[in-house]
C-alpha cells in the first residue's frame, strides 16, 4: 500500500527539519506514546539520523539545532519513512514525512509553476495531510512583516490546492513569545483559506522544570499523534464524462 505522506511546509528557518528530528529522537528514546502505535522500523533510517544527528539532544544539554536544507537544485524534496505498527490491530501504516528547504515554498508561494518551487509543487500534489508552520520566532523579530507577507502567501497558495485534505497550522518555537495581534492575523490568513485546519504549538525547549532525561520538549508528541492519525485521501475519480445520447449518464446526472 502507498504510504500516507505528510507534507511539511514552511518558509526558510522556520523549524520544519527540527520537528521531524525531535520526532525521530522521541521515538527514538521511546518518549512517543502513539495511542498503543509502535515503532516498526523505516527505509530512510540514515536520513533519519542525518537530521537527528546533528541536532544531539542529549539528556541535560540544551537542544541544538540540524542544518539548514540545502536545495542543491533538486526537485523532489527528502523523504523520511516511518513504519507503526498497532499491535492491538495487528495492522501497521506507512508514513512519509517531506524534508524540504523553505526556500521552495517561498518560490511556490509565488508562482505555482516556479522552477525553483517544483519540490514544493510535489509536496502540495502528493501530500495526504499538511503542516504549515509558522515560525514564532520570525513572527516577532525585526522581519516580522516579510515572515508575516511569507506565511500568506503559502496560506492562499496551499488554499489554492489543498482540495480539503487535512491541514494542520503548527506554531514552532513556542518557547518564544508572539504578539497576540500578529497570532490573530496569521490564523486568520490560514482559516480563511482552509477553515477546518487545526493548530498545534511545538518547542524543543523543555520547560525549565521538566527532568532532562524526560524531556519531550513541548507539543510535540500531541502533534506527531495527530499526524499518524491521518486516513489516505479518498481516491479521487475523474469527473464522469457526460453524454446526452447515455441514458446512463442522464440518469446518473438527474441524481446529482
Ligand atoms: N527557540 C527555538 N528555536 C528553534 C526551535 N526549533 C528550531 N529552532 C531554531 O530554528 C532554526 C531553524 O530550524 P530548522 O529546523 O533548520 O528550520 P527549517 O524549517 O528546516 O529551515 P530550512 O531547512 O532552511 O527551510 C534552528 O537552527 C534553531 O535555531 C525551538 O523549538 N525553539
Ligand atoms: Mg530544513
Do not use: C
Request: proline content about 7%.
Amino acid at each position: 500500500m502507498r504510504p500516507i505522506v505528510i507534507g511539511v511546509i514552511g518558509p526558510q528557518n522556520a523549524g520544519k527539519t527540527t520537528l521531524l528530528a525531535a520526532w525521530y529522537m522521541l521515538l527514538g528514546r521511546g518518549l512517543a506514546d502513539l495511542n498503543g502505535k509502535l515503532f516498526a522500523g523505516s527505509y530512510t533510517l540514515s536520513g533519519w539520523e542525518a537530521v537527528a544527528g546533528a541536532m544531539r539532544w542529549s539528556p541535560g544539554q540544551p537542544p541544538r539545532f540540524p542544518p539548514h536544507t540545502t536545495s542543491r537544485g533538486g526537485r523532489a524534496p527528502g523523504l523520511l519513512h516511518l513504519t507503526l505498527r498497532d499491535p492491538d490491530r495487528g495492522r501497521s501504516a506507512d508514513f512519509l514525512f517531506t524534508d524540504a528547504p523553505g526556500e521552495w515554498f517561498q518560490k511556490w508561494a509565488l508562482n505555482t509553476d516556479s522552477q525553483e518551487g517544483v519540490g514544493a509543487r510535489w509536496v502540495s500534489e502528493n501530500a495526504d495531510a499538511f503542516l504549515v508552520v509558522a515560525d514564532r520566532e520570525a513572527l516577532s523579530g525585526g522581519s516580522m512583516g516579510s515572515a508575516r507577507s511569507a506565511l500568506q502567501l503559502i496560506a492562499k497558495r496551499l488554499g489554492a490546492e489543498y482540495r480539503g485534505r487535512p491541514v494542520a497550522l503548527v506554531w514552532t518555537k513556542a518557547d518564544v513569545t508572539i504578539a497576540q495581534d500578529m497570532v490573530q492575523t496569521v490564523r486568520t490568513a490560514v482559516t480563511r483559506e482552509m477553515p477546518d485546519a487545526v493548530e498545534f504549538s511545538v518547542s524543543v525547549v523543555a520547560d525549565a522544570d521538566v527532568d532532562p532525561l524526560m524531556n519531550k520538549g513541548n507539543g510535540l508528541v500531541d502533534l506527531l499523534r495527530w499526524a499518524v492519525e491521518t486516513k489516505r485521501a479518498a481516491v479521487e475519480l475523474p469527473p464522469p464524462v457526460v453524454s446526452s445520447q447515455d441514458p446512463l449518464f442522464i440518469y446518473r446526472n438527474r441524481k446529482q
